[in-house]
Each structure stands twice: as structure tokens, then as C-alpha cells.
């Protein structure tokens, strides 16, 4: 069976995950691969006008797919972690996307949701491999061998791959190589890794001789303290690594700017966002540019913000090192 | 102390009630207006949720008025409601506002540091006082609510425009005046004789149904007036989410009469998971309706509201699929009135046309959003 793996939203987490299981199960794997202009074109023209970018994306992927496979692998992660959730658009994903096609596809959709515990997981993981082969030891056996490959390609995130090097397994350049200047570029998986949709900024930042930290980057220890001062818990997954991220970056100096990535009209980071710039304000002030990215974003304008911005992190990191007595005169 | 809370449609009468009931002091937010949406929309995060936005304008001139303890309702999503009273805090305390939020969070885990607000907020009246306000205040709700429908019902057999409308008005004043469950029953068929006495004429009928997010089916004002304006198209009104749904959180409608789960059930056809807010009833709540043989659907939705977006994807499916025509009506600050109304006055049209082509097939393109 051709299975078909769009290449948007979670797909920049779990995309080695799921194309190892599947494949380990003997399904003929298709990815969408990168976003593309027609891609963006398809997507924005298919799905409503009120959808965030990264939807958008997603549906552009789902089209391309469309026609070349015999169903659409869309699982639905409702909660990666206890007492949280994702965002609805991705418990709606898996039902958007077949109404994209016109329920003219079949969509596979594991429901995968750490509220309901381990074995409820098992069960839906499981029952996937059924579709396939009706062997369990090649299930359990898939099942380890993608885990691992997963944690693998997390672990290479964290040491500063990006996505694309982190699942060739094979580090060209570091994201963070010890450049004078290191800007945070935090956001969501897909709006920081998509290479079509924020213009290559890692590369970019790179060719101008800064280093980026992404989300990933920032030790979960540092991330899980600064959650847990926050007067209310976020109760968002992946907006708890964002703001968790940004705080921690923001309160140890990890960083001279911090580059917050939103896909336009995001809802949970329309939230987030109020509570990391007072925060930050409160903690660490470090100067923070917020990036607004949908179909619109024009490359010159974007560029020109980005410039601008770290040469003002240039200017401010060389006046701060001037010495005290210089300034005090 | 002087307490107060955001408007959403008739929710005014029902915490009104509560706290004259106990003799707590409170203050009413001006009534919505132009002003509130500017001071929201100013204040409020560019694209966080219209009525985020419009329930902070609402804090705004509460505060303006001299109330110096808000009341919020709070959770944990999925969407963002639940995080509204924390992000208006904040952006409150920013600008300079001097004030309490109180949020009130219903899940178990925050039970004990409810039920030490409540007791905050009740200024020493006893625990039964409170309970006794709100018992009466729900009381007081259901007839509001059933008033309510029965405007809907009636509205477009009116022989002047308008003339239902006055009605429920006077109504609401007469339930707000109930001093005890006895004048209650007696108001309750005093109400209803007013409704009913309303002059009709004679007229074709076109039912549509209203779905979409809660607070803004329930606020008129926000909502252009949609049921106002339904109905003086000519149609047969019903809406699928009345306050007391909300009130009484137990999955129970006691309005319309079915629970959430029947819901649920006819909308696992096309969106098979909750996706928070109102997703799931805004589509199983159009098959309800066409299964009803309501003759069209609108849906209202506010602009970037995420649940609702999930469900205007999937619509189309179900238009396509069960031949109701829906429409989706997206409302931000920009949103202009006579946009709105065109659209409203062209798909009751379509609604009457297929409804005397009953039968027969009858053309039910779409039109596009704005
Ligand atoms: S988290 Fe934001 S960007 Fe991601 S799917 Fe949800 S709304 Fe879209
Ligand atoms: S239902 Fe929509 S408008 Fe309401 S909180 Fe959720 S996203 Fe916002």
C-alpha cells in the first residue's frame, strides 16, 4: 500500500517517527517533501481564509499528495503530555484534511493522546500496524526501531542540526557555532524548520555570521523552570516549549535577540506572545522581534527587518562592551 | 468591593440577580457599544480572539465606572478561553488599570481555590445565601432563555418590524423584577401572554438555523443582530446554544431539549474528535438541523477563532453531502454591517427558493466569505 505523508505542521517533529514505522510495516512510503510556491498556492486556495499559515501549508501537502497514493497518513496527536493539549487545529487535522480532498482519500489517523495513558497509545499504535501486517512482533519490532530513530533525530536538533541535516543524520554546519552574535529563533517546529515559509532564516542568520538557538536547543530544565513560575500553567504542548524557551533565553542571557516565529493568524501564539514579551520585559529584556509570517510576507521586507534588526543587536552588543568608566564620563 | 463581569447577551440579568440577591455590591459594564470593540481591539493582542477583545473593552469601561474586581471564567482549553481572564490581566495591569481579576476555574483540580474566591466575593453572606442567589438566578435564566426562543419562533410573523422585539424587551424587565419563585410563576405567563399577543400576520415560512461560537451567537451586538435580522428577512429562527448551556455545564440542553452527546454523535460523520470551543456542535448541530428540515444554516464565527475554523472546513462537506446550504459568517472589528446584510437577505432567498423546490434539486453553490 503507497502511504502518503504530508509534509506539514507535526510532520517536522515526527516525520522520521512516522516514515520508519511505516515503512518497518512494509508500507510504501511517499512524502510530500519540501513546501514548495505551488504547494503555498494549492494550500491557500483550498482552505478557508481564516486558517493559520502553517494549515494552509498542510492542506498544500495533502493536495500534492492526493492523487499519487492509496490513503493519507494524518494522525491526530490530541496531548503529547499529561495535562495538556495541542492546539484544536490539530485534533481537527486528520477531518480537515479529508474534507480538502473532498473525502475523496482515505485518511489514516491514529489518535495518539497522553491524557487517556499508555495503553490507550499502545492500542491505537497497534491497531495502525494492523492495517499493514498482521505479524505483532513486526509491529512491537517497528514500533522500537522508529522510537529510536525518533529520539535519535530530537537528540541531533537539540545539538543545533536543523531539520534537514538532523534527518540525513549528517552535520554540514551547526545552527550554533560560537559566532560573536547569537540570536533565538523560537517558534513552532514547522515555523522554524520550513524552509520555504521563513525565506531560509537559519541559513540566512548563518551567511551573516550569527548563530541561532532554536527551541530545542534550549535545555529542557531551564524550560520546565521558567513554566513553572508562570502564575497560570500553559495548557498548550508545544506553546509550553515556545514560551518555556523564550523565558529561559530571556532570564540567562542565553542569547543577545531573541526572533519569535508566528504563523499568521496563530491562536495559541496570539496568547503566548502577551505573556513572553511582558515577561521577558520583567526578567531579562532582551530585545525580541516578533515575525508575523503568511502568504503575503514579501521577501524584501522580511530581509530588511532581519537586517535591521541584527545590526541593532550588533551596535548594542559592541556599546555594552565598552568599558563602564568610558560611558560613565 | 465592587464586582463585575463581562456581557454576553443575558448574562447580565443572571449575575445581576445573584449579587442583588445577596446584597453584594456590583457594578454593570455600559452597555456594549462601538467604544468597547475600540478600546478592546486597541488594548488586546493583534489577532487573539474577537471576543477577547470585545469582553476586555467590556473590563475597560467596567473599570471606568469604578468596579475594582472582575469575575472570568478560566480553564484549560484546548482553545483559548481558558487563558482570556490571564492574558486580560495582564494586559489590564500594563495599562496602568488598577483592579482584581478573579478568575473562576471549574476543573477538580481547582475546586479549593474557587471555592476561596467565592467566598472573597460573597463578602461574608453565608455559603446557603449563595447558593440559594444562583439557584434563583438559573430559574431566571430558563424563562429568559425560553423567552428568548419564542422570539425567534415569532419574529418573522410580525406585523411591524420590531414589534417582538419590543416585546421580549418588556419581558426582560419583568423577570428582572421577579422578587421570589411565586412572582416568578406569575411573570412567567404574563411574559408569554405579551409574546403571544404580538400581532401576526399570515406568512410563508423559511427556517434557518444560527450555529457557531458560543459568545457570539449569544451577544447581539457583536453579532449584527443576526436573529433580528433572520427574522425580518422572514424566517423561522433557531439557534443551537442557549446561556443556560453554558450555566448548568452537565452536557444537558435543557432549551432545546436533547443533551451535547446527541450532538456529538451526528457530527463523528464528518469531524470525528473534539476540537474545544463549539467545533463539534457547530456540525453536528447542522445535521440536527437539517434532519429538523430547517431549511438553511449560518454559522458565526469569529475571525482567527480556531474550533470554528475547523468546522468552516468541514461544512462544505456537509452541504455537499445532506444539500443544506450554509453560511459562514466571520466577524472581527472590521466586519461591516452592510456586507453582512446583503449576504444574510441573499441566503434567505436561497433558503425560501429550496425550500419551495423541495424535491426537486435545487442549485446550492456556495457563496464565497469574506
Ligand atoms: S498552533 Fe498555531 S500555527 Fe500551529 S496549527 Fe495551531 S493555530 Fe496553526
Ligand atoms: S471558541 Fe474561538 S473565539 Fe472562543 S476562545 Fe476559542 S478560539 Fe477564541
Not at chain 1, 540525513?168 to 524552509?195: F, K, M, P, Q
Not at chain 1, 508545544?238 to 514560551?243: K, P, R, T
Not at chain 2, 467545533?279 to 431549511?295: C, E, K
Request: proline share 4%.
Amino acid at each position: 500500500m503507497k502511504v502518503g505523508i504530508p509534509g506539514g505542521l507535526l510532520y517536522y517533529r515526527y516525520g522520521r517517527l512516522w516514515n520508519s514505522f511505516l515503512r518497518a510495516l512494509g508500507a510504501e512510503v511517499v512524502e510530500s517533501g519540501q513546501t514548495t510556491r505551488s504547494i503555498l498556492t494549492s494550500g491557500v486556495s483550498k482552505a478557508e481564509n481564516e486558517s493559520c499559515l502553517a494549515v494552509k501549508v498542510f492542506y498544500g501537502h495533502v493536495l500534492a499528495l492526493q492523487d499519487k497514493v492509496d490513503a493519507l497518513f494524518v494522525p491526530r496527536l490530541v496531548s503529547v503530555k499529561k495535562r495538556t493539549h495541542t492546539c484544536p487545529k490539530m485534533l481537527g487535522l486528520p477531518d480537515m484534511a479529508r474534507a480538502a480532498t473532498g473525502d475523496g482519500s482515505t485518511i489514516i489517523s491514529p489518535t495518539i493522546d497522553f491524557q487517556s495513558g499508555l495503553w490507550h497509545n499502545y492500542k491505537a499504535v497497534y491497531s495502525l500496524g494492523r492495517i499493514f501486517t498482521s505479524n505483532p512482533l513486526r509491529i512491537i519490532g517497528a514500533g522500537i526501531k522508529a522510537w529510536r530513530e525518533h529520539r535519535l533525530y530530537l537528540e541531533r536538533l537539540t545539538l543545533g542540526l536543523d531539520h534537514k541535516s538532523a534527518l540525513e543524520g549528517e552535520a554540514g554546519s551547526l545552527l550554533c557555532e560560537g559566532r560573536e552574535l547569537r540570536i533565538g529563533v523560537i517558534g513552532h517546529h514547522y515555523n522554524v524548520y520550513d524552509t520555504f515559509t521563513t525565506m531560509s532564516l537559519l541559513e540566512r542568520l548563518g551567511g551573516m555570521g550569527v548563530d541561532a538557538v532554536t527551541a530545542d536547543m534550549v535545555p529542557e530544565k531551564l524550560r520546565d523552570e521558567e513554566l513553572k513560575r508562570l502564575p497560570k500553567d500553559i495548557y498548550w504542548s508545544y506553546e509550553q516549549e515556545v514560551a518555556g524557551a523564550i523565558l529561559a533565553c530571556s532570564r540567562h542571557r542565553l542569547v543577545d535577540g531573541i526572533i519569535f516565529m508566528i504563523s499568521f493568524p496563530c491562536g495559541p501564539d496570539s496568547i503566548i506572545r502577551v505573556l513572553c514579551e511582558q515577561e521577558n520585559k520583567a526578567i531579562g529584556n532582551v530585545p525580541m522581534l516578533t515575525l508575523v509570517m503568511d502568504e503575503h510576507t514579501g521577501e524584501g521586507g522580511f530581509l530588511t527587518r532581519i537586517e535591521a534588526f541584527v545590526d541593532m543587536l550588533r551596535r548594542r552588543k559592541v556599546r555594552n562592551e565598552e568599558p563602564r568608566e568610558a560611558i560613565a564620563v | 468591593m465592587k464586582i463585575s463581569w463581562p456581557h454576553m447577551g443575558s448574562l447580565e440579568f443572571v449575575m445581576g440577580s445573584v449579587f442583588e440577591e445577596m446584597g453584594v455590591d456590583y457594578v454593570l459594564p455600559p452597555p456594549n457599544s462601538q467604544r468597547t470593540l475600540e478600546l478592546g481591539a486597541r488594548h488586546g493582542p493583534e489577532f487573539a480572539c474577537f471576543p477577547l477583545k470585545t469582553t476586555l473593552g467590556n473590563f475597560i469601561e467596567a473599570i471606568e465606572k469604578g468596579a475594582d474586581t472582575l469575575i472570568m471564567v478560566a480553564g484549560r482549553g484546548p482553545c483559548r478561553f481558558g487563558y482570556y481572564a490571564e492574558t486580560q490581566r495582564r494586559i489590564l495591569e500594563e495599562a496602568g488599570y488598577d483592579f482584581r481579576m478573579v478568575p473562576l476555574e471549574f476543573e477538580p483540580a481547582k475546586i479549593p481555590a474557587t471555592l476561596r474566591r467565592l467566598h472573597d466575593l460573597k463578602q461574608g453572606r453565608s455559603w446557603l445565601s449563595l447558593y440559594r442567589a444562583i439557584k434563583f438566578a438559573l430559574n431566571k435564566a430558563y424563562l429568559i432563555d425560553r423567552l428568548e426562543r419564542q422570539a425567534l419562533h415569532q419574529r418573522y410573523l410580525d406585523r411591524e418590524k420590531g414589534a417582538t422585539t419590543a416585546a421580549l424587551k418588556r419581558c426582560y424587565a419583568l423577570v428582572w423584577d421577579a422578587g421570589s419563585y411565586a412572582a416568578l410563576d406569575g411573570i412567567e405567563e404574563e411574559a408569554f401572554a405579551i409574546m403571544h399577543s404580538v400581532p401576526r400576520v399570515e406568512r410563508e415560512e423559511v427556517k434557518i438555523g444560527i450555529v457557531g461560537e458560543f459568545y457570539l451567537v449569544l451577544e447581539p451586538f457583536f453579532n449584527l443582530n443576526v436573529e433580528e435580522q433572520l427574522g425580518n428577512l422572514g424566517a423561522y429562527v433557531e439557534r443551537n446554544i442557549y446561556l443556560t448551556d453554558w450555566l448548568r455545564p452537565s452536557g444537558e440542553r435543557p432549551v432545546l431539549g436533547h443533551r451535547e452527546h446527541a450532538s456529538e454523535l451526528l457530527a463523528m460523520a464528518y469531524l470525528t474528535h473534539k476540537v474545544g470551543g463549539e467545533g463539534i456542535f457547530s456540525v453536528g448541530d447542522t445535521v440536527l438541523f437539517h434532519n429538523q428540515g430547517f431549511d438553511g444554516v449560518v454559522q458565526l464565527m469569529p475571525f482567527t477563532c480556531m474550533p470554528e475554523t475547523i468546522a468552516k472546513s468541514i461544512l462544505p462537506l456537509v452541504s455537499r453531502d445532506l444539500g443544506i446550504p450554509v453560511l459562514s459568517v466571520v466577524i472581527d472589528e472590521m466586519t461591516g454591517r452592510a456586507g453582512v446584510a446583503t449576504r444574510l437577505e441573499a441566503f434567505t432567498d436561497l433558503a425560501r427558493f429550496r425550500r419551495r423546490a423541495h424535491g426537486r434539486e435545487a442549485d446550492l453553490t456556495l457563496q464565497p466569505a469574506f
